[in-house]
């Protein structure tokens, strides 16, 4: 059973443009959540969805954003790209909704670099 | 405020020895998650829990939920299990929080 998988794996970037990560989850599953990993803040919790409706979401401005598809592969965009957005950006993936009572399943991370 | 509070921050320790990573939390969480991340920044998920104990291997992690604060042990530490060791509660509200992580090094 394939893992999660996150494209691209590194991405270079200049201020103002905005970039789009992709997140493949487990055949099966139907959550799939992402987070930001700064050296400075650490993880944090950007946003959740299930069956293509977002169910949480975390403390980020507008300029994140994120949508599901109906074969659940999920998509991140950030706009208007600033250089604390650099970071390594992870997604996981859930058999059920909800990270209050299901294990999450992580990708290796996409590396997003802001210059 | 952290709603999650990890420690230690650092960690060495001998091959064999036990170790134990501690996580205390505000109230009303849904469950508590430990996670583990090597160099490289692949995560891993070790234990899901909202109540006592579970058992994987040489890694055993507990809860109280009375005194909001979970334990992460490694019993018979090795060289591989060198790596960050990261705390995440999930409160109801759904919001998800981490800790700040403990670097563990363990030395042959």
Known sequence: ?115 | KNEVEQSPQNLTAQEGEFITINCSYSVGISALHWLQQHPGGGIVSLFMLSSGKKKHGRLIATINIQEKHSSLHITASHPRDSAVYICAAFYTGNQFYFGTGTSLTVIP
């Open chain 1, 1 to 115: 059973k394939a893992g999660v998988t996150q494209t691209p794996r590194y991405l270079i970037k200049t201020r103002g443009q905005q970039v789009t990560l992709s997140c493949s989850p487990i055949s099966g599953h139907r959550s799939v959540s992402w987070y930001q990993q700064t050296p400075g803040q650490g993880l944090q919790f950007l946003f959740e969805y299930f069956s293509e409706t977002q169910r949480n979401k975390g403390n980020f401005p507008g300029r994140f954003s994120g949508r599901q598809f109906s074969n659940s592969r999920s998509e991140m965009n950030v706009s208007t790209l600033e250089l604390g957005d650099s970071a390594l950006y992870l997604c996981a993936s859930s058999a059920g909704a909800g990270l209050g009572n299901t294990e999450a399943f992580f990708g290796q991370g996409t590396r997003l670099t802001v210059v």
